[in-house]
């Protein structure tokens, strides 16, 4: 075979398919045995992967070579890639976007991974193409992988998150509100959302569902399961809530936690932003800092005067590449926020603050992107062991 290297036979029943492949395919093209290691490879692949072919022998997809990322910033382990979840489970692949370290940059490819049968439809390893993609295929992945990790800023939100269908029956909720309101899940399945706050649903409903979608601040009560009453600051809003269709997410804040210091500014003033210790801002689809809380301003160690109007990719650097971030502002239609990666703030005296960078769209409807720096979870912590910033 021309353009092709190998350091070992295929098996009967995969070898001319994978021959034929790696012969004819203008992508990168890599064949793994049942120890997930390459064995055999065309010079595409190599040049994809910024190596030398003679590296490529016995390397896995995850070799710290190429740092292999994925697209919400996890870098790819021996045990947790592409390659072995198809030698694992015998079923092909599903194509997502990875970043390697190509010759100083991080570059995006499309990996497909397929399993090679032999005698007995006994898997006997995996072909993979990688093929370079453009950037809004990279979007478009980054956003289905920050919808995923939605879920995971929902269950680890500071406030008491629960999802209430039209029935006014509980169908969704976070361990902020078990502790919230003193029960176990087990406790809350088919709870009605009256018997855990006095909060009127039908309001919310009317109020939320509007046409500009807007969130429904108030203060309200939780009830936990002794009777005591708790005072709560409410935010609630219509969304569409996978599995459960138009629901209304409600997530409330033990009062005690608000900070009651007077908003900066006329429109915060309408806002709970300005209360709440999470540093948060806002910004237009095109990165300019329209308005912050003074937790952000601390955050930045700026005056809020001197952030507003700034772009503010002047002041944060993101985890293991740039974010596009016009083009995903563009794209965000929820108000849920959704964990794009770490991100670090540059501080005036020089210093530099890790952050876990959220977004999601304003509740008032307005054309702007809400960002919430968060603390930095221990996946964001695992990736800096073995990656860098970006500048």
């Given at each position: 075979?021309?353009?092709?290297?190998?350091?070992?036979?295929?098996?009967?029943?995969?070898?001319?398919?994978?021959?034929?492949?790696?012969?004819?395919?203008?992508?990168?093209?890599?064949?793994?045995?049942?120890?997930?290691?390459?064995?055999?490879?065309?010079?595409?692949?190599?040049?994809?992967?910024?190596?030398?072919?003679?590296?490529?022998?016995?390397?896995?997809?995850?070799?710290?070579?190429?740092?292999?990322?994925?697209?919400?910033?996890?870098?790819?382990?021996?045990?947790?890639?592409?390659?072995?979840?198809?030698?694992?489970?015998?079923?092909?692949?599903?194509?997502?976007?990875?970043?390697?370290?190509?010759?100083?940059?991080?570059?995006?490819?499309?990996?497909?991974?397929?399993?090679?049968?032999?005698?007995?439809?006994?898997?006997?390893?995996?072909?993979?193409?990688?093929?370079?993609?453009?950037?809004?295929?990279?979007?478009?992945?980054?956003?289905?992988?920050?919808?995923?990790?939605?879920?995971?800023?929902?269950?680890?939100?500071?406030?008491?998150?629960?999802?209430?269908?039209?029935?006014?029956?509980?169908?969704?909720?976070?361990?902020?509100?078990?502790?919230?309101?003193?029960?176990?899940?087990?406790?809350?399945?088919?709870?009605?959302?009256?018997?855990?706050?006095?909060?009127?649903?039908?309001?919310?409903?009317?109020?939320?569902?509007?046409?500009?979608?807007?969130?429904?601040?108030?203060?309200?009560?939780a009830v936990d399961q002794s009777g005591k009453v708790i005072p709560v600051v409410g935010n609630f809003s219509v969304v569409?809530?996978?599995?459960?269709?138009?629901?209304?997410?409600?997530?409330?804040?033990?009062?005690?936690?608000?900070?009651?210091?007077?908003?900066?500014?006329?429109?915060?003033?309408?806002?709970?932003?300005?209360?709440?210790?999470?540093?948060?801002?806002?910004?237009?689809?095109?990165?300019?800092?329209?308005?912050?809380?003074?937790?952000?301003?601390?955050?930045?160690?700026?005056?809020?005067?001197?952030m507003v109007r700034e772009q503010i990719v002047e002041h944060v650097s993101f985890f293991p590449d740039p974010l596009p971030?016009?083009?995903?502002?563009?794209?965000?239609?929820?108000?849920?926020?959704?964990?794009?990666?770490?991100?670090?703030?540059?501080?005036?005296?020089?210093?530099?603050?890790?952050?876990?960078?959220?977004?999601?769209?304003?509740?008032?409807?307005?054309?702007?992107?809400?960002?919430?720096?968060?603390?930095?979870?221990?996946?964001?912590?695992?990736?800096?062991?073995?990656?860098?910033?970006?500048?």
């Amino acid at each position: 075979m021309t353009d092709v290297c190998s350091t070992t036979e295929f098996g009967i029943g995969g070898a001319w398919l994978a021959e034929y492949t790696l012969e004819t395919l203008g992508a990168g093209v890599l064949y793994f045995d049942r120890q997930a290691e390459i064995v055999q490879w065309n010079v595409v692949a190599a040049r994809l992967l910024g190596v030398t072919e003679e590296l490529l022998a016995g390397r896995g997809i995850d070799d710290p070579r190429w740092q292999a990322t994925r697209a919400n910033g996890d870098r790819l382990s021996e045990d947790d890639n592409p390659v072995r979840l198809v030698l694992d489970s015998g079923e092909s692949n599903s194509s997502e976007c990875i970043a390697v370290l190509n010759d100083g940059r991080m570059e995006w490819l499309r990996i497909t991974a397929l399993p090679i049968y032999g005698p007995g439809r006994q898997v006997r390893g995996v072909l993979a193409s990688l093929v370079p993609v453009a950037n809004d295929a990279r979007i478009a992945d980054i956003l289905t992988a920050a919808v995923q990790s939605g879920r995971i800023a929902f269950e680890r939100s500071i406030a008491a998150n629960v999802i209430v269908d039209r029935s006014g029956r509980l169908v969704d909720w976070n361990r902020g509100l078990c502790d919230l309101v003193q029960r176990s899940d087990l406790e809350l399945v088919g709870c009605q959302f009256d018997e855990i706050c006095d909060a009127d649903l039908k309001d919310l409903w009317v109020e939320g569902g509007s046409a500009s979608q807007g969130a429904t601040w108030v203060e309200t009560r939780a009830v936990d399961q002794s009777g005591k009453v708790i005072p709560v600051v409410g935010n609630f809003s219509v969304v569409d809530w996978p599995g459960s269709g138009r629901s209304v997410m409600g997530q409330l804040i033990d009062a005690h936690q608000f900070v009651r210091s007077a908003p900066p500014t006329a429109e915060l003033q309408m806002s709970a932003c300005a209360h709440v210790k999470l540093a948060m801002l806002t910004m237009t689809t095109a990165g300019v800092v329209v308005e912050l809380n003074q937790t952000a301003a601390e955050l930045f160690d700026r005056p809020m005067s001197e952030m507003v109007r700034e772009q503010i990719v002047e002041h944060v650097s993101f985890f293991p590449d740039p974010l596009p971030l016009r083009e995903l502002s563009e794209q965000l239609r929820s108000i849920i926020p959704s964990c794009f990666g770490l991100c670090s703030i540059r501080q005036a005296d020089g210093s530099v603050v890790l952050k876990d960078w959220y977004m999601s769209r304003v509740a008032d409807g307005r054309p702007l992107v809400l960002v919430q720096l968060a603390e930095v979870s221990i996946e964001s912590l695992e990736g800096i062991a073995d990656g860098g910033l970006s500048s």
